[in-house]
Structures are given as C-alpha cells and as structure tokens.
C-alpha cells in the first residue's frame, strides 16, 4: 500500500499550515537566502508528506519537522556547486541548535503572555482587546470610549509594563 494513502491528509495539513512559518524561519535562518529558504521549504514540504507516516503525534509536530528539514538543508547545500557561499554542516547544525533554543524560548514567552493576559483585570483584558484584536487607531477608540487618546495610551503602557514584568518573571521561573 502507497505510504501517502495510509497517512490522514487532515491531520498533516492542520499540523503543517500551524507550523508552516516557523519551518520557514527556521530555514531561512540556516540558508541566509530566502529564495532558497522558499524553495527548500517546499522540498522539505513534500519530504514531511512522505515521511508523514512515521511521525509520533503525541510528540509535537515542529521539532520532528525541524529534524526532517536539517537534513534537506544538508543535502540542499551538498548539491549546489558553489558551496562557499552557504554555510558548513558545522555552522548548519549550531543555527539548527540555536533556533530550536530559540523557538522554546519564543513559546515558552507565549504561553506566559497568555497566563499574564487572563490574569490582568477584566477592564484592563477589555482595552487591550479592544486596542489590538479591534479595527481602528487610538484615536478612535478614545472616541468610543469617552476618554482621552493621551489617558488611554497611559493606559495601555501601564498594561505593557505589567505583562512585561509578569512575563519575565514566569519565563525566569522556568529557567
């Protein structure tokens, strides 16, 4: 039986678009070009596709991905003819390293932004929706709300400095 055929389609392509950016990301961050980094992520897209089979899905989806695509940046740069103006698979497998530290680190900040947000104060959790899940500059929601673009940017920079310290507390914790 074909491997593609066994696979679920619904379950590579949700797990593939959520994560579609930070494969991209981490391309880019090894290859330096992103026409290359373009081109390679749909080569590692089909790669993924393939091997699809044998990803574990109680493990998360990115770092097996990442692995799949350190290896299609191995190859990519064994192919091209002019190989000094990519890195090494030295320096490839270090970038591949410090993104990865990196990307634990940008999730971990992500999930503590989450857990800071739903612990401010309804009224605080409101201006913010308002301000930037909204349409519309400061302007206008002064407006709307009957209070002074000045008293709301005050505001919402108290609120910044908040999630900002609660953020880095939780992440400080975790380390």
């Keep these: 039986m074909d491997v593609c055929a066994m696979a679920n389609p619904d379950q590579f392509t949700s797990l593939y678009t959520k994560h579609e950016r930070q494969l991209y ?3 880019a961050s090894m290859l330096g070009q992103p026409a290359d980094a373009e081109d390679l992520l749909q080569e590692t897209a089909k790669k993924l596709w393939r091997e699809f089979e044998s990803y574990d899905a109680e493990k998360p989806f990115l770092p097996w991905a990442c692995a799949i695509a350190r290896y299609e940046v191995l190859s990519f740069g064994k192919r091209q003819k002019v190989k000094r103006k990519y890195f090494s698979d030295e320096v490839a497998e270090a970038l591949a390293e410090e993104w990865r530290d990196a990307e634990a680190d940008r999730d971990l900040r992500a999930l503590a932004l989450e857990q800071c947000i739903e612990a401010l104060p309804t009224s605080d959790r409101r201006l913010l929706a308002d301000r930037y899940a ?8 002064a407006e709307r709300s009957g209070q002074t673009p000045n008293v709301l940017y005050k505001s919402l920079q108290r609120i910044r400095e908040m999630l900002f310290d609660c953020v880095t507390r939780k992440v400080a914790l975790e380390h």
């Design 25 to 27: 990301r981490f391309l």
């Design 134 to 141: 909204g349409e519309g500059s400061l302007k206008d929601l």
